[in-house]
Every structure is written in C-alpha cells, then in structure tokens.
C-alpha cells in the first residue's frame, strides 16, 4: 500500500515481519531511497516522523536539518 505519490514523496508499506517490524519502501521524486535494509523497527519509526512532523509544523527546525534523518530506517 503506497501512502503519498512516488513521483513526489510516498510510503511504501510492504509485508509486516514480526509484531514490531515492517518492511517500508520511501520513495522520494520517483527514486526509491530505502534500497537497502527498509525493514522498519516501528515504535521507533513512528516516533521519528511524529517528531519531524511535530518540528515542520512549529517551525522549530535548524538551519542543519536533515531530512529523514531517522536512523538506519533510512540510511
């Protein structure tokens, strides 16, 4: 199940492994960035992007923001 547009910024939400893990796929002007280990630990994950969020909406981001700098879900 794709959530966004790959042509712009989409999550690919792939098969669950375990109760904790699932494969997501993201997908950044139709380039797949997660190529490699897209398994995602998801209470982590999901932290991440309710932070990121959290940060573009208060306008609380720094000069040195990296986008999707969420770990090794998407390294």
């Not at 950044?28 to 932290?47: E, M, Q, R």
Request: glycine share 6%; proline share 3%.
């Amino acid at each position: 199940m794709d959530i966004g547009s790959r042509e712009e910024l989409a999550f690919s939400i792939g098969e669950k492994q375990s109760s904790t893990s699932q494969v997501v796929d993201i997908w950044v002007n139709s380039v797949l960035i997660t190529y490699f280990d897209n398994s995602a630990y998801l209470p982590s994950f999901v932290h991440s992007l309710e932070r990121e969020l959290e940060d573009i909406v208060n306008g609380s981001i720094n000069r040195d923001y990296v986008f999707f700098d969420h770990g090794p879900t998407t390294d």
